[in-house]
């Protein structure tokens, strides 16, 4: 593998023999229509470039000629957009010179990218020998894999590739432990290919135990008011990778902008529980807006502006923690709305994951072994938003109504969906009381009764101060899929945080026969205090 990568580098350093740049190789998917595919790679500055894409056979299917500009001596162009499969070979010819990739498909192709939940490795996951056994069965999800690398400032190129592009076997699919190749990413792949039925291409950039800081560019950390170089912040004891702002970044996602994307898959988060956590709110929704432009840009238009974002809602750690920074970090990764797409965060889907614990995870409780439903909940939010496929449930029941009943004590919710409960957990509700919304005496709400759409709560102790409601806040909502409220086709409601009177206005200015009606709103009475 050394000497692969040493080769694919060589023409940097050269920088006169030709050559496609780090991530293009034998195997790989290139994006199908509607858009078309950037190619690019090194050659003699000033020197003619073609390169051509033919069949199997020898048939030509289209040419395209580059000049390569120097320094840095570089090509780029674009491919016409392609319907999706193969195989083709792909050749770049300059002068005598002739370099030629083989067995390439058009297909889909996903950035999978985060920390070390995204970076556990099939082999390390429940069923993980099944599961490394069916590889064999997908030769049409092929697999890439950036190595971790750092650097202070922006690379145009990769340094160094754990995995170049291949077709998935057992052994390059379970490498080794936070290697290669992501669980999550594969499994989200193959839910694809089996909804969609053509080529998909996963591209792998993680590292585990990293803040979103170091996967943001200087852009995206202005837009949240933070300074550019936090350097001097001493290490987190909890995080044991980088966190020099932007270092990921430039190294591990600047060098791939050029390549057209369908989508990008995001778990990262569990090192923002311990820093800097309520930035997350703003970090998150402007990293999203950030790699957005970014890669629209770099592949000249062809990666669409609005790219289909998904991400896993954080999983659990500690099962007795009174810290709610896990909490308020699920919280923020929604920007704080609850459920996504929303209008800070279009485009995007989340998996829940509160309800996928696993105290006895041999990587830590930290690291959870499904991921299999992980990747599920992540593949129905990106058929869904990703692909338009409507009519498609791709997330869980939310509140829309809730009207107080102060005579009887109690608190009824309505929700968006059919529900179903497979916990009365005595603490899965609670209910602000206090007079002043920070800090709040949030006590438990408990459920009374569960029917269709909604879920019946004692609140005799609030009277007329009800002030807020949240659902499943804690480290450790729930035991293994058993947390209170999941719709009909087993996706969990996600938690939430929700004022129940706007500031400002007068308890019982909406009466219904039932009682007063509650106006649910985001937290924002909380944001301080929560």
Known sequence: ?????????????????????????????LQKEP??????GYGEPGAAVTVTL??????????????????????????????????YALTAGQGSENVTLQDIYFGDVWLCSGQSNMA??????????????????????????????????????????????????????????FTYFSAVCWLLGRYLYEALRYPIGLVEAAWGGTPIEAWSSQRALRACGLPEDMGSISPHRHLSGPQTPSVLWNAMIHPLLNMTLRGVAWYQGEANAFLH????????????????????????????????????QLSTYRRQSPDDSFARLRWHQTADLGVVPNAR?????????????????????????????????????????????????FQGPY??????????GLLTVTYSQELVCRQRDTRAFEVCCSSQPSP??????????????????????????????????????????SCALYNSQGLPAPPFLLDTLPAGETPGRLETAGGRELLLLPGSWFSQGI
């Not at 390059?172 to 432990?177: A, F, S, T």
Request: with cysteine; hydrophobic share 45%; aromatic share 10%.
């Open 54 to 87: 033919s069949r199997d056979g020898g048939l030509i299917v289209m040419k395209k000629m580059a000049q390569v500009k120097g320094p840095p001596g570089t090509w780029t162009t674009v491919l016409d957009p392609m319907d999706q499969g193969g195989p």
């Open 345 to 393: 965060m279009p485009g995007t889907f989340m998996a829940v994951a509160m309800d996928l614990c696993d105290e006895r995870s041999p990587y830590g409780s930290i690291h959870p072994r499904d991921k299999q439903n992980v990747a599920h909940r992540l593949h129905l939010g990106a058929r869904a938003v990703a692909y338009g496929e409507k009519d498609l449930v």
């Open 399 to 408: 509140p829309t109504r809730a009207v107080l009943e102060v005579t009887r």
């Open 120 to 177: 556990m490795t099939v082999l390390q996951i429940t069923n993980a020998s099944r599961e490394l056994a069916a590889a064999a069965h997908y030769p049409y999800v092929r697999v890439f894999a950036a190595a971790p690398a750092r650097s202070n400032m922006e690379l145009e190129d990769l340094e160094r590739i754990d995995l170049p592009w291949s077709i998935p076997t057992a052994e390059n699919l379970g490498h080794g432990n």
């Open 35 to 40: 858009a078309g595919a950037v190619v690019w």
């Open 440 to 481: 709040c005496a949030w006590l438990p709400a408990p459920v009374v009764a569960v029917e269709s759409r909604t879920v019946m709560l004692a609140v005799a102790g609030c009277g007329t101060l009800v002030l807020g409601l949240r659902y499943a806040w804690a480290e450790w909502p729930c035991e293994y899929q």
């Open 277 to 312: 956590t309520d930035q997350y709110n703003c970090t998150f929704p402007a990293l999203i807006a950030d790699w957005r432009q970014a890669f629209h840009a770099g592949s000249a238009g062809q990666t669409e502006p609005l790219l289909p974002f998904g991400f896993v």
């Open 1 to 29: 593998m050394a000497a692969w990568v040493l080769l694919a580098l060589a023409p940097v350093a050269a920088g006169v023999m030709l050559s496609f740049s780090s991530y293009y190789g034998d195997h790989m998917v």
